[in-house]
């Protein structure tokens, strides 16, 4: 059963804390994307990846940071420098960027500040 | 910037009835036009796309509609129906585009 797996479904950050979102695809997708939810807002872009072992900044990458050692696994931290995390976080996959080839949403992630 | 506006943010319609959402770009480079379904809770799928080189596309009761020359494209929705109710996205985009931009999204309601 193919698919983008996030977890957990729901994540609860304490002020100074670095929280991990989980990200694992198996649709052999070279292309993997984080978008940040937030009500009324659209989706906006924090990072994307193109191929293991490289990333780039989207447009609201500030306070977070990823890595991609692995084709399946795009993992994003959230890290305290991030004031206002609180929001619905959406992993995506698409078999590469160089085409229009469609996104692949996963089921997300809602942080919430404790 | 301001490169897609989707309209319009919020849509009511009654069972049976035709649900109307637009989106206009401003990129003339774009060549892909998505729209995606979104229900509370879940990630968006992909609903249906159309490449510039037709004007229409329908896929049951789902069409787009794409005018090129007044760069907007819309989804329409004949028959809706209570199980449409979600949150609608349009992302144009083209290709070799790393970062795709979507829409603000269109929260449609459909009353039984």
């Known amino acids: 059963d193919g698919g983008i797996t996030q977890s957990p479904k729901y994540l609860f950050r304490k002020e100074g804390q670095n929280v991990t979102l989980s990200c694992e695809q198996n649709?052999?997708?070279?292309?993997m994307y984080w978008y940040r939810q937030d009500p009324g807002q659209g989706l906006r872009l924090i990072y994307y990846?193109?191929?293991?072992?490289?990333?780039q900044k989207g447009d609201i990458a500030e306070g977070y940071s990823v890595s991609r050692e692995k084709k399946e696994s795009f993992p994003l931290t959230v890290t305290s420098a991030q004031k206002n995390p609180t929001a619905f976080y959406l992993c995506a996959s698409s078999l590469n960027s160089a085409t229009n080839e469609k996104l692949f949403f996963g089921s997300g992630t809602q942080l919430s500040v404790l | 910037q301001q490169q897609v506006k989707q309209s319009p943010q919020s849509l009511i319609v009654q069972k049976g009835g035709i649900s109307i959402i637009n989106c206009a770009y401003e990129?003339?480079?774009?060549?892909?036009f998505p729209w995606y379904q979104q229900f509370p809770g879940k990630g968006p799928a992909l609903l249906i796309a159309i490449r510039p080189d037709v004007s229409e596309k329908k896929e049951g009761r789902f069409t787009i509609s794409f005018n090129k020359s007044a760069k907007q494209f819309s989804l329409h929705i004949m028959d809706s129906q209570p199980g449409d109710s979600a949150t609608y996205f349009c992302a144009p985009n083209q290709g070799g585009s790393e970062k795709l931009v979507f829409g603000k999204g269109t929260k449609l309601t459909v009353n039984p």
């Open positions: 990129n003339t480079a774009f060549d892909y």
């Open positions: 649709l052999n997708h070279d292309a």
């Open positions: 990846s193109q191929i293991v072992n490289d990333f």
